[in-house]
């Protein structure tokens, strides 16, 4: 790979390419260094010294100059005392807030700008103010002018006694051509196919361009007294009337319902643009004709909300005249800066609505304090200088649901200390804002690659989503707002002639409110005449130096339907009795299953992704809590008032469910609709009648004889179908209670067809209770162990968890038992504990207050557990694992996570934990995908495709895929029969679906994941971190959205996508007509042999490791696996090899000396010649020598040899090795 330097004199070149003119840079000698004048407007000069000699190859950066200062470059500079202070106090600030890594480019760049923004001298005055062209000018260039049809020419004039009139231009007589002819200075319009092109009062010109002298080219002769609030047009007056009474946010009671008036539609158009104000350059910019045009094009779109920003009065003036507006009952809010735009040169944003008006809104400013407790509180700002404001405007979803929209302009780059004020507004808008339902607009002023700005929203990513992201890759899409590289606007207002993406719309997850994006796309691109007369010149000009941003977005409110239940449902071999009572009672009965209502009515689940993060995710977490229990029916009861019969819980369970009720109240208050559903009464109907007679007469045989008694280890959401009230309820999700599942195990209740539990343990497929219960028995050891020092007694300011996650937390069979140990800050408090205040000292400094944690953890297992452990490790990578190997041979590997000033844990991911709980909530079926992921893992652990740190797919990655097989294609669940009833005719669909569909995906250029709002878009320096790395790509579920199968590599995707291919060629050589051939296809992939090495593996490396015992062995090995990702990555993209990894340790049976082998498609002696692999190689065995625990019997060695030696080999010591 050649590696491109750039040298002193390109960087210098660069400078020279954002100045007037190449001699504004020059370079002389001084002394022992260079000394570089750079010479900017106004006649100020920024100087300073560099050393040619050492920084030849080095950027040109604040630390490796020397000298560097602004100053006058000569006694020419007209600008005033005042003037300079605050250029060089700018320029000091400038420096103070660079890092030492900041180019002088960019330096250069801010200086230029602030110079063309805030300098105002004689000279610029004078080009702002061109001649306003006269009445016979005008005359004169459209007599001679053959491009302007003069039949189509009106000219008005005035009369002294009569006013007004008009005449052709052909008829018009001056006054020395006629005795009746009309004076020039008595013209007061032309106007071209009824446009008006020149009108002398208005100081318009659109045909030449021309600016006025005096005032400016949207005065009129009244101009409207107006103030900051919300204006509507009143058709009877024909004017623009403040509407009353006005409500701020903060006096805004959310108890009170919207009005039809406030509320917005389900689907709504809106339009975001900053329009360029009219102070920047007019002479180039000619916003005359811009204006104009950026009228036109709202008139053609007529949007629901318009967001305008850098609006000044002149354009207010014109848009407020415009007719469309006014009869199409807009609503317009108006800021203060706005409106005195014309005598503190100011300007502000504009939000207007069509239809419908805000039911309160504030206008602050922008530049919050820290200190700062409110983002609105006031609609006027008392200020001692002009401040950027934001508006916000609330308004209705329905009656209850209310979101508030913003239109902002956040501080440009020409700012002092921009990024640190983007920063921190945004920062505490995130954390200050009382309400969830928020979407940001606007000009934001920051692209996608400053980094700063990129860091406070990806803090706030998982809740606030930028819509333009969410809908196109950034890679292929953009959507550059900002682009002088097309915009020539945005060529003649920047600097740096960089392109980027400005403006957005930021919306923060909703409550109870779903969207859904119809339309986003850029407009305003086109560009436009400056003479609307002569099309054919080829002078052209933008609307803006910013395109615009057009959004159609649906708004669907989280509907509550009495067509979906949160249930209990009894099990299966319950049915049957229960039935028994209720079959000539209940006449509902064909609709409903026999259930315990816990939420009737519930939401209305739509199978969107909203749906998994607001509602499932939250339940499934909520729900394991809660670990399984039992419930008792003891007697059969009734509610006389509406003739209802039921079976009744005795009062423990009673209890419990009530617990486990007001715990959901507590998380779906949406779901309490009136005081009667707050006196929760569990009951489970089996008679309701017409009359109290019937009723009387049935209560009197309903009686229940014998107890009975039913495990509860899931929770049902029941669903019927909106456009049929005579389909039954089905089940949509199954969600499990407790923190782990319950492992799938033969004759296990709610589960699978017996037949299938019978194939599964006749194919050792299911764990083994011994084994499940060792592993258990562990968790529970540590559990109790950590909260003897960690507790509510010795602990106020900090929680801790002890969770489990991967395999064990899923339910299925895995070699280790892994755990996250999580220590939470809670918000601070006074009554703080000895220990409290040892781990607060240490908050600040994260590494040791994560070693002291880690020690004390290990105090306590060597204090608890030391008997019970062989093997004991602490593993410091970019996280702190505890590895502990125990006696019965039981691994538990430990996960530290340390949370500081964490306001809402339950809002934060657990590592390892949510990953697992969404795909649990994905599947709707866990007991099904238990099984689909059983078989699947143990397919690619028997062919050589599992296992992450070889190069190919870990278990996680299996999970998402499998878990898209199951909510894909899993078919609709009737019943519990529907679960219990699954057989292997059905999972063999379920597996040969898997097959086909991740055979053919296009993994080369794809990323597979569960969701496509799930992954967003990573910025430059998040693509270059090593979790996006991966030649297949599966995208985690959760946040911050890693690719799973990072560790893959071209030749091992292949080698995966193969073993796909393989088990579909082998599916369509056998039968699989009948139950038994399917299940002897299942058998026959279950039996596929791992084909390392392969017929393409010409040679191998053989690696050996030896120790004194195993357990060195182990630590050795390790090592190994840590370094082994960056050899095959070598091998591949700077070797270009073609490698197959094998994905087993081969121990020797004293298990204190083990190999490892990995396949190559050269033959040896190529092999060995290949000078980049050798020194691949060399670098990978170096990378023992580091190791810190290394000792003297912890040996490496390796040779190189054929295929055909090394099968050979193997014969000779096959019964001397163990795979694992």
């Given at each position: 790979?050649?590696?491109?330097?750039?040298?002193?004199?390109?960087?210098?070149?660069?400078?020279?390419?954002?100045?007037?003119?190449?001699?504004?840079?020059?370079?002389?000698?001084?002394?022992?260094?260079?000394?570089?004048?750079?010479?900017?407007?106004?006649?100020?000069?920024?100087?300073?010294?560099?050393?040619?000699?050492?920084?030849?190859?080095?950027?040109?950066?604040?630390?490796?100059?020397?000298?560097?200062?602004?100053?006058?470059?000569?006694?020419?500079?007209?600008?005033?005392?005042?003037?300079?202070?605050?250029?060089?106090?700018?320029?000091?600030?400038?420096?103070?807030?660079?890092?030492?890594?900041?180019?002088?480019?960019?330096?250069?760049?801010?200086?230029?700008?602030?110079?063309?923004?805030?300098?105002?001298?004689?000279?610029?005055?004078?080009?702002?103010?061109?001649?306003?062209?006269?009445?016979?000018?005008?005359?004169?260039?459209?007599?001679?002018?053959?491009?302007?049809?003069?039949?189509?020419?009106?000219?008005?004039?005035?009369?002294?006694?009569?006013?007004?009139?008009?005449?052709?231009?052909?008829?018009?007589?001056?006054?020395?051509?006629?005795?009746?002819?009309?004076?020039?200075?008595?013209?007061?319009?032309?106007?071209?196919?009824?446009?008006?092109?020149?009108?002398?009062?208005?100081?318009?010109?659109?045909?030449?361009?021309?600016?006025?002298?005096?005032?400016?080219?949207?005065?009129?002769?009244?101009?409207?007294?107006?103030?900051?609030?919300?204006?509507?047009?009143?058709?009877?007056?024909?004017?623009?009337?403040?509407?009353?009474?006005?409500?701020?946010?903060?006096?805004?009671?959310?108890?009170?319902?919207?009005?039809?008036?406030?509320?917005?539609?389900?689907?709504?158009?809106?339009?975001?643009?900053?329009?360029?104000?009219?102070?920047?350059?007019?002479?180039?910019?000619?916003?005359?004709?811009?204006?104009?045009?950026?009228?036109?094009?709202?008139?053609?779109?007529?949007?629901?909300?318009?967001?305008?920003?850098?609006?000044?009065?002149?354009?207010?003036?014109?848009?407020?005249?415009?007719?469309?507006?006014?009869?199409?009952?807009?609503?317009?809010?108006?800021?203060?800066?706005?409106?005195?735009?014309?005598?503190?040169?100011?300007?502000?944003?504009?939000?207007?609505?069509?239809?419908?008006?805000?039911?309160?809104?504030?206008?602050?400013?922008?530049?919050?304090?820290?200190?700062?407790?409110?983002?609105?509180?006031?609609?006027?700002?008392?200020?001692?200088?002009?401040?950027?404001?934001?508006?916000?405007?609330?308004?209705?979803?329905?009656?209850?649901?209310?979101?508030?929209?913003?239109?902002?302009?956040?501080?440009?780059?020409?700012s002092r200390n921009a990024s640190g004020k983007r920063c921190q507004t945004l920062e505490n808008f995130f954390k200050k804002m009382k309400t969830s339902n928020y979407m940001l607009i606007g000009d934001f002023n920051f692209g996608d690659?400053?980094?700063?700005?990129?860091?406070?929203?990806?803090?706030?990513?998982?809740?606030?989503?930028?819509?333009?992201?969410?809908?196109?890759?950034?890679?292929?899409?953009?959507?550059?707002?900002?682009?002088?590289?097309?915009?020539?606007?945005?060529?003649?207002?920047?600097?740096?002639?960089?392109?980027?993406?400005?403006?957005?719309?930021?919306?923060?997850?909703?409550?109870?409110?779903?969207?859904?994006?119809?339309?986003?796309?850029?407009?305003?691109?086109?560009?436009?005449?400056?003479?609307?007369?002569?099309?054919?010149?080829?002078?052209?000009?933008?609307?803006?130096?910013?395109?615009?941003?057009?959004?159609?977005?649906?708004?669907?409110?989280?509907?509550?339907?009495?067509?979906?239940?949160?249930?209990?449902?009894?099990?299966?071999?319950?049915?049957?009795?229960?039935?028994?009572?209720?079959?000539?009672?209940?006449?509902?009965?064909?609709?409903?299953?026999?259930?315990?209502?816990?939420?009737?009515?519930?939401?209305?689940?739509?199978?969107?992704?909203?749906?998994?993060?607001?509602?499932?995710?939250?339940?499934?977490?909520?729900?394991?809590?809660?670990?399984?229990?039992?419930?008792?029916?003891?007697?059969?009861?009734?509610?006389?008032?509406?003739?209802?019969?039921?079976?009744?819980?005795?009062?423990?369970?009673?209890?419990?469910?009530?617990?486990?009720?007001?715990?959901?109240?507590?998380?779906?208050?949406?779901?309490?609709?009136?005081?009667?559903?707050?006196?929760?009464?569990?009951?489970?109907?089996?008679?309701?009648?017409?009359?109290?007679?019937?009723?009387?007469?049935?209560?009197?045989?309903?009686?229940?004889?014998?107890?009975?008694?039913?495990?509860?280890?899931?929770?049902?959401?029941?669903?019927?179908?909106?456009?049929?009230?005579?389909?039954?309820?089905?089940?949509?999700?199954?969600?499990?209670?407790?923190?782990?599942?319950?492992?799938?195990?033969?004759?296990?209740?709610?589960?699978?067809?017996?037949?299938?539990?019978?194939?599964?343990?006749?194919?050792?497929?299911?764990?083994?209770?011994?084994?499940?219960?060792?592993?258990?028995?562990?968790?529970?050891?540590?559990?109790?162990?950590?909260?003897?020092?960690?507790?509510?007694?010795?602990?106020h300011c900090f929680t801790t968890s002890f969770l489990p996650y991967g395999s064990y937390r899923i339910g299925v069979n895995g070699q280790d038992l892994d755990t996250v140990f999580v220590l939470n800050e809670l918000k601070s408090t006074?009554?703080?504990?000895?220990?409290?205040?040892?781990?607060?000292?240490?908050?600040?400094?994260?590494?040791?207050?994560?070693?002291?944690?880690?020690?004390?953890?290990?105090?306590?297992?060597?204090?608890?557990?030391?008997?019970?452990?062989?093997?004991?490790?602490?593993?410091?990578?970019?996280?702190?694992?505890?590895?502990?190997?125990?006696?019965?041979?039981?691994?538990?590997?430990?996960?530290?996570?340390?949370?500081?000033?964490?306001?809402?844990?339950?809002?934060?991911?657990?590592?390892?934990?949510?990953?697992?709980?969404?795909?649990?909530?994905?599947?709707?079926?866990?007991?099904?995908?238990?099984?689909?992921?059983?078989?699947?893992?143990?397919?690619?652990?028997?062919?050589?495709?599992?296992?992450?740190?070889?190069?190919?797919?870990?278990?996680?990655?299996?999970?998402?895929?499998?878990?898209?097989?199951?909510?894909?294609?899993?078919?609709?669940?009737?019943?519990?029969?529907?679960?219990?009833?699954?057989?292997?005719?059905?999972?063999?669909?379920?597996?040969?679906?898997?097959?086909?569909?991740?055979?053919?995906?296009?993994?080369?250029?794809?990323?597979?994941?569960?969701?496509?709002?799930?992954?967003?878009?990573?910025?430059?320096?998040?693509?270059?971190?090593?979790?996006?790395?991966?030649?297949?790509?599966?995208?985690?579920?959760?946040?911050?959205?890693?690719?799973?199968?990072?560790?893959?590599?071209?030749?091992?995707?292949?080698?995966?996508?193969?073993?796909?291919?393989?088990?579909?060629?082998?599916?369509?050589?056998?039968?699989?007509?009948?139950?038994?051939?399917?299940?002897?296809?299942?058998?026959?992939?279950?039996?596929?042999n791992n084909d390392f090495p392969n017929e393409k593996v010409k040679s191998l490396v053989q690696l050996t490791f030896s120790s004194e015992n195993s357990n060195e062995l182990d630590e050795w090995i390790g090592w190994m696996k840590s370094?082994?990702?960056?050899?095959?990555?070598?091998?591949?993209?700077?070797?270009?090899?073609?490698?197959?990894?094998?994905?087993?340790?081969?121990?020797?049976?004293?298990?204190?000396?083990?190999?490892?082998?990995?396949?190559?498609?050269?033959?040896?002696?190529?092999?060995?010649?290949?000078?980049?692999?050798?020194?691949?190689?060399?670098?990978?065995?170096?990378?023992?020598?580091?190791?810190?625990?290394?000792?003297?019997?912890?040996?490496?060695?390796?040779?190189?040899?054929?295929?055909?030696?090394?099968?050979?080999?193997?014969?000779?010591?096959?019964?001397?090795?163990?795979?694992?």
């Amino acid at each position: 790979m050649i590696k491109t330097i750039t040298t002193i004199t390109d960087q210098l070149n660069s400078l020279r390419s954002i100045l007037r003119s190449d001699d504004y840079l020059q370079i002389q000698p001084s002394g022992d260094y260079e000394q570089v004048r750079i010479k900017l407007d106004h006649d100020i000069q920024i100087s300073f010294l560099f050393d040619s000699l050492n920084i030849l190859n080095k950027p040109l950066t604040i630390n490796n100059v020397h000298d560097l200062r602004i100053t006058k470059s000569s006694n020419k500079c007209q600008l005033n005392n005042e003037q300079l202070t605050n250029i060089r106090k700018y320029f000091d600030e400038l420096i103070q807030n660079q890092n030492e890594s900041s180019s002088l480019l960019s330096i250069v760049q801010s200086i230029q700008d602030h110079l063309l923004k805030n300098i105002m001298t004689i000279e610029d005055v004078s080009t702002m103010s061109n001649k306003f062209r006269g009445a016979d000018l005008i005359f004169n260039r459209i007599l001679h002018d053959k491009s302007i049809d003069r039949s189509q020419v009106i000219i008005g004039y005035e009369d002294r006694f009569t006013g007004i009139h008009e005449i052709e231009f052909n008829e018009f007589k001056k006054v020395h051509e006629h005795e009746y002819g009309v004076p020039m200075h008595r013209i007061r319009y032309f106007k071209i196919n009824g446009c008006i092109v020149w009108d002398r009062t208005r100081k318009l010109d659109i045909l030449t361009g021309s600016k006025q002298q005096n005032g400016t080219p949207y005065d009129t002769e009244e101009r409207p007294i107006l103030v900051q609030g919300l204006y509507h047009f009143d058709q009877s007056l024909q004017q623009w009337i403040i509407q009353y009474p006005h409500i701020t946010l903060t006096s805004d009671n959310p108890k009170v319902p919207s009005t039809n008036e406030t509320c917005l539609h389900e689907r709504y158009h809106i339009v975001t643009w900053n329009i360029l104000f009219d102070y920047y350059q007019p002479a180039l910019i000619y916003t005359s004709q811009r204006y104009r045009s950026i009228l036109d094009t709202l008139k053609s779109l007529l949007p629901d909300i318009i967001c305008l920003q850098e609006v000044t009065y002149n354009f207010l003036n014109l848009l407020l005249n415009e007719i469309w507006l006014q009869e199409n009952n807009y609503y317009i809010i108006i800021m203060k800066n706005v409106i005195d735009s014309g005598k503190e040169k100011s300007y502000g944003q504009l939000m207007i609505m069509k239809n419908f008006r805000p039911r309160s809104f504030s206008i602050c400013p922008l530049d919050l304090s820290d200190n700062d407790e409110e983002t609105a509180v006031a609609t006027t700002v008392t200020k001692q200088k002009i401040s950027k404001e934001l508006l916000i405007a609330r308004f209705g979803l329905n009656t209850k649901a209310t979101i508030d929209l913003v239109n902002l302009h956040l501080h440009s780059d020409l700012s002092r200390n921009a990024s640190g004020k983007r920063c921190q507004t945004l920062e505490n808008f995130f954390k200050k804002m009382k309400t969830s339902n928020y979407m940001l607009i606007g000009d934001f002023n920051f692209g996608d690659n400053n980094l700063r700005e990129q860091n406070i929203l990806a803090l706030y990513e998982n809740k606030v989503h930028d819509l333009w992201k969410d809908v196109y890759n950034l890679d292929q899409n953009p959507g550059y707002t900002y682009d002088p590289s097309t915009n020539l606007c945005a060529h003649i207002t920047s600097q740096s002639q960089i392109n980027r993406r400005l403006d957005r719309y930021l919306i923060h997850t909703l409550d109870n409110v779903s969207y859904s994006i119809e339309h986003l796309s850029m407009i305003g691109i086109e560009k436009i005449p400056i003479d609307p007369l002569n099309i054919n010149n080829n002078q052209l000009i933008n609307q803006s130096d910013h395109y615009a941003l057009q959004l159609i977005i649906n708004f669907r409110t989280r509907s509550i339907s009495h067509r979906s239940a949160l249930v209990i449902l009894p099990t299966l071999n319950t049915r049957s009795f229960i039935r028994s009572y209720s079959k000539e009672y209940y006449p509902s009965a064909g609709l409903w299953p026999s259930h315990f209502n816990l939420l009737w009515p519930f939401f209305d689940l739509i199978d969107c992704q909203n749906d998994q993060e607001d509602i499932l995710l939250r339940l499934r977490l909520l729900l394991s809590q809660y670990p399984s229990f039992s419930i008792k029916i003891n007697e059969i009861d009734s509610f006389i008032e509406n003739n209802i019969i039921y079976m009744k819980m005795n009062d423990e369970s009673t209890k419990y469910v009530r617990q486990l009720h007001e715990q959901l109240i507590k998380l779906f208050p949406q779901c309490l609709r009136d005081k009667r559903s707050s006196c929760y009464n569990p009951h489970m109907t089996i008679g309701q009648f017409d009359n109290e007679e019937k009723f009387n007469e049935a209560k009197s045989s309903l009686i229940l004889h014998e107890s009975f008694e039913f495990p509860v280890e899931y929770i049902y959401v029941l669903q019927r179908p909106h456009d049929n009230d005579t389909t039954p309820f089905h089940i949509a999700y199954q969600l499990p209670l407790g923190p782990v599942l319950q492992p799938i195990n033969f004759k296990q209740i709610n589960s699978v067809h017996i037949k299938l539990q019978e194939f599964f343990q006749t194919m050792n497929l299911y764990e083994t209770n011994q084994s499940y219960k060792r592993k258990q028995e562990k968790f529970e050891k540590l559990s109790s162990c950590f909260q003897q020092m960690f507790n509510k007694d010795t602990l106020h300011c900090f929680t801790t968890s002890f969770l489990p996650y991967g395999s064990y937390r899923i339910g299925v069979n895995g070699q280790d038992l892994d755990t996250v140990f999580v220590l939470n800050e809670l918000k601070s408090t006074n009554n703080k504990t000895s220990f409290d205040e040892s781990l607060v000292q240490l908050k600040h400094d994260s590494n040791a207050l994560n070693n002291h944690v880690v020690n004390l953890l290990e105090t306590q297992i060597n204090g608890n557990l030391k008997g019970e452990i062989i093997f004991y490790r602490k593993v410091q990578a970019l996280f702190s694992i505890i590895s502990i190997l125990f006696n019965d041979q039981t691994k538990v590997e430990i996960y530290v996570q340390i949370k500081i000033n964490n306001e809402k844990p339950s809002e934060d991911s657990i590592h390892g934990v949510q990953d697992i709980e969404r795909l649990v909530t994905y599947v709707r079926c866990p007991p099904i995908f238990q099984h689909l992921l059983t078989f699947i893992r143990t397919w690619a652990q028997h062919v050589g495709l599992y296992e992450q740190v070889y190069g190919y797919l870990g278990g996680y990655s299996w999970a998402i895929l499998c878990a898209y097989i199951c909510h894909t294609y899993l078919p609709s669940m009737k019943s519990l029969s529907s679960i219990e009833q699954f057989s292997i005719d059905e999972l063999f669909l379920l597996v040969r679906q898997f097959f086909s569909t991740f055979a053919n995906f296009n993994w080369s250029s794809q990323a597979f994941r569960l969701y496509p709002k799930s992954f967003k878009q990573m910025n430059l320096l998040e693509k270059s971190s090593v979790h996006n790395r991966g030649s297949m790509r599966i995208i985690s579920p959760s946040p911050p959205y890693n690719n799973t199968g990072r560790a893959t590599i071209n030749s091992t995707r292949d080698l995966i996508i193969q073993g796909f291919q393989r088990v579909l060629q082998l599916l369509d050589t056998i039968n699989t007509i009948s139950p038994e051939d399917k299940l002897n296809a299942l058998k026959e992939i279950l039996e596929l042999n791992n084909d390392f090495p392969n017929e393409k593996v010409k040679s191998l490396v053989q690696l050996t490791f030896s120790s004194e015992n195993s357990n060195e062995l182990d630590e050795w090995i390790g090592w190994m696996k840590s370094r082994l990702a960056y050899f095959v990555n070598a091998c591949e993209k700077e070797c270009h090899l073609v490698i197959q990894t094998q994905s087993s340790i081969e121990y020797k049976s004293n298990n204190t000396e083990a190999l490892y082998s990995i396949g190559f498609q050269l033959d040896p002696q190529t092999l060995i010649q290949h000078q980049n692999f050798s020194n691949c190689l060399k670098k990978f065995v170096d990378q023992f020598d580091l190791c810190l625990n290394r000792k003297e019997s912890m040996k490496i060695s390796y040779k190189i040899f054929s295929i055909h030696d090394w099968k050979l080999e193997r014969m000779q010591a096959k019964t001397q090795r163990t795979t694992q």
